[in-house]
């Protein structure tokens, strides 16, 4: 299967959908909710100008609504809505909603009140971490807690609701173990089967990992719109990604000392991010995306810089060869992951002779997951054998082999007979976005839950379940 060459269209009158629909390569622009640090007025002056600029520069197909890169409070997605809405009614806009403090009664409340303001577009996202998420005394975040929605439940019921809004669903390619890089493609493929119309990637700078999920989904004969968010960096943000506080976005630390050191340089790093970001457009492009969404731009100079510079690569870069020596030039140690032994699924990344998956040319890392230690394995066959994944079986035995905590009706057979409250989030249906380098919970340093359980599955032969369309019966 080849690459995808979409066109670049200098003007396009039609929706994101319409234009995946015609085959033209789309920028999206990002503005996200913003916090209420400022009256709502005063917060959203720069969001009007950006929403009538893409009214007018057809390079733009649409305006996205994004929760941010934090959990910080932010106004309310419907108040935005109602104020871009009013100044420019007929743009092209959407919404990305996530599961914090989501059940199905407000979510079907939220996409009525979505389809009234004539939303064209909907992205569901798994919920960052809840900053009032109750703790315990030793600081730990308290289990069981029923403040999140698996956002591939929110998916499955948005789908149900409104069957025929265009609707996306987000990956994040940018995992660096064996265990993380698969549960998202597997994630991403159990979107697909549950409805999803196209993918959103969170936002990287590792191109390889970008290429990395174009080939998996080719060699998963999985040809889909995909989205890539790419997200331009200003002062202090290197700084806030080390330390995890947007959570989900990784960055090596030579990559921050790098972009640290412009930091100093008037002007160093406002340039360097437009000629990044608009490399990583025709990048992108080259690689088989259908479009990228362009996050992190909060002013209309900055706007309209970034979007002219990435025409122009657009234009200079059509050889795959020469965008790669250009980006490995430019980039330098941005390039590099998070650790020394992160993890590709894919051997030869970003080599200026395979640009497009083969089989025989690219071939495949070690894909064979860690086997779950002897303790692991010995509460699993004997919590199966007892069938504790029978909602009416022992509690007192789950408890026990199950780790069970709460109420008593988790879906154990989901996870591998571990119970999803120890997840921070109580995620059932598979994880989240946002977790640390290194496979860490995004509250802290215990690995993903998740983790464990593929392991098991991997064992057990069951990765396949990870897959399979979510259903409510």
Same mark, same amino acid.
């Given at each position: 299967?080849?690459?995808?060459?979409?066109?670049?269209?200098?003007?396009?009158?039609?929706?994101?959908?319409?234009?995946?629909?015609?085959?033209?390569?789309?920028?999206?622009?990002?503005?996200?909710?913003?916090?209420?640090?400022?009256?709502?007025?005063?917060?959203?002056?720069?969001?009007?100008?950006?929403?009538?600029? *893409?009214?007018?520069?057809?390079?733009?197909?649409?305006?996205?609504?994004?929760?941010?890169?934090?959990?910080?409070?932010?106004?309310?997605?419907?108040?935005?809505?109602?104020?871009?809405?009013?100044?420019?009614?007929?743009?092209?806009?959407?919404?990305?909603?996530?599961?914090?403090?989501?059940?199905?009664?407000?979510?079907?409340?939220?996409?009525?009140?979505?389809?009234?303001?004539?939303?064209?577009?909907?992205?569901?996202?798994?919920?960052?971490?809840?900053?009032?998420?109750?703790?315990?005394?030793?600081?730990?975040?308290?289990?069981?807690?029923?403040?999140?929605?698996?956002?591939?439940?929110?998916?499955?019921?948005?789908?149900?609701?409104?069957?025929?809004?265009?609707?996306?669903?987000?990956?994040?390619?940018?995992?660096?173990?064996?265990?993380?890089?698969?549960?998202?493609?597997?994630?991403?493929?159990?979107?697909?089967?549950?409805?999803?119309?196209?993918?959103? *990637?969170?936002?990287?700078?590792? %191109?390889?990992?970008?290429?990395?999920?174009?080939?998996?989904?080719?060699?998963?004969?999985?040809?889909?719109?995909?989205?890539?968010?790419?997200?331009?960096?200003?002062?202090?943000?290197?700084?806030?990604?080390?330390?995890?506080?947007?959570?989900?976005?990784?960055?090596?630390?030579?990559?921050?000392?790098?972009?640290?050191?412009?930091?100093?340089?008037?002007?160093?790093?406002?340039?360097?991010?437009?000629?990044?970001?608009?490399?990583?457009?025709?990048?992108?492009?080259?690689?088989?995306?259908?479009?990228?969404?362009?996050?992190?731009?909060?002013?209309?100079? *900055?706007?309209?810089?970034?979007?002219?510079?990435?025409?122009?690569?657009?234009?200079?870069?059509?050889?795959?060869?020469?965008?790669?020596?250009?980006?490995?030039?430019?980039?330098?140690?941005?390039?590099?992951?998070?650790?020394?032994?992160?993890?590709?699924?894919?051997?030869?990344?970003?080599?200026?002779?395979?640009?497009?998956?083969?089989?025989?040319?690219?071939?495949?890392?070690?894909?064979?997951?860690?086997?779950?230690?002897?303790?692991?394995?010995?509460?699993? %066959?004997?919590?199966?054998?007892?069938?504790?994944?029978?909602?009416?079986?022992?509690?007192?035995?789950?408890?026990?082999?199950?780790?069970?905590?709460?109420? *008593?009706?988790?879906?154990?057979?989901?996870?591998?007979?571990?119970?999803?409250?120890?997840?921070?989030?109580?995620?059932?249906?598979?994880?989240?976005?946002?977790?640390?380098?290194?496979?860490?919970?995004?509250?802290?340093?215990?690995?993903?839950?998740?983790?464990?359980?593929?392991?098991?599955?991997?064992?057990?032969?069951?990765?396949?379940?990870?897959?399979?369309?979510?259903?409510?019966?």
């Amino acid at each position: 299967m080849k690459t995808r060459q979409l066109r670049v269209a200098a003007e396009s009158d039609g929706s994101l959908k319409k234009n995946l629909t015609d085959g033209i390569f789309s920028m999206i622009l990002e503005y996200a909710l913003p916090l209420k640090e400022n009256p709502l007025m005063m917060a959203t002056e720069e969001a009007l100008k950006l929403i009538r600029f *893409t009214k007018r520069d057809k390079r733009i197909c649409s305006f996205a609504l994004h929760t941010g890169l934090d959990a910080n409070p932010r106004y309310d997605c419907f108040e935005i809505i109602k104020i871009l809405k009013k100044a420019s009614r007929s743009q092209d806009m959407i919404v990305f909603l996530n599961g914090m403090h989501m059940n199905i009664d407000r979510l079907r409340d939220n996409l009525i009140n979505l389809a009234d303001q004539d939303i064209s577009g909907l992205v569901i996202s798994s919920a960052l971490a809840d900053i009032e998420h109750p703790m315990d005394d030793a600081g730990n975040p308290k289990l069981g807690e029923e403040r999140y929605m698996d956002s591939i439940k929110m998916l499955y019921y948005s789908r149900k609701k409104w069957p025929q809004v265009f609707t996306g669903a987000m990956v994040n390619p940018f995992k660096y173990n064996i265990d993380e890089s698969y549960l998202q493609y597997y994630k991403a493929i159990r979107n697909l089967n549950t409805g999803a119309d196209a993918l959103w *990637t969170e936002a990287g700078w590792d %191109m390889r990992k970008l290429q990395e999920f174009q080939w998996y989904l080719r060699l998963r004969d999985h040809d889909v719109p995909v989205i890539a968010r790419l997200l331009f960096l200003h002062e202090g943000d290197s700084s806030k990604i080390i330390q995890n506080k947007f959570p989900g976005i990784t960055m090596s630390r030579e990559g921050a000392a790098q972009i640290q050191r412009l930091e100093n340089e008037e002007h160093a790093l406002y340039n360097m991010q437009i000629d990044s970001v608009a490399m990583q457009v025709a990048g992108c492009r080259l690689m088989g995306y259908s479009g990228v969404q362009l996050a992190g731009i909060d002013r209309l100079d *900055t706007a309209k810089s970034v979007i002219d510079r990435s025409m122009d690569m657009l234009t200079e870069f059509k050889d795959y060869a020469e965008w790669v020596e250009a980006w490995k030039d430019m980039n330098g140690r941005m390039n590099h992951p998070p650790a020394t032994d992160s993890y590709y699924v894919y051997k030869n990344l970003l080599d200026p002779d395979c640009l497009d998956y083969d089989a025989g040319k690219t071939p495949i890392s070690n894909n064979e997951f860690e086997i779950p230690k002897n303790a692991e394995k010995l509460k699993y %066959m004997l919590a199966q054998q007892l069938g504790l994944d029978k909602k009416k079986s022992n509690p007192l035995l789950k408890r026990i082999l199950c780790d069970l905590k709460g109420k *008593t009706d988790w879906a154990l057979d989901k996870t591998m007979l571990n119970c999803a409250a120890n997840c921070p989030k109580g995620l059932e249906e598979g994880p989240c976005e946002s977790s640390r380098p290194g496979g860490l919970c995004e509250f802290g340093d215990k690995e993903c839950f998740y983790i464990g359980v593929v392991r098991l599955a991997s064992w057990q032969n069951k990765l396949a379940d990870f897959e399979t369309a979510y259903d409510d019966g």
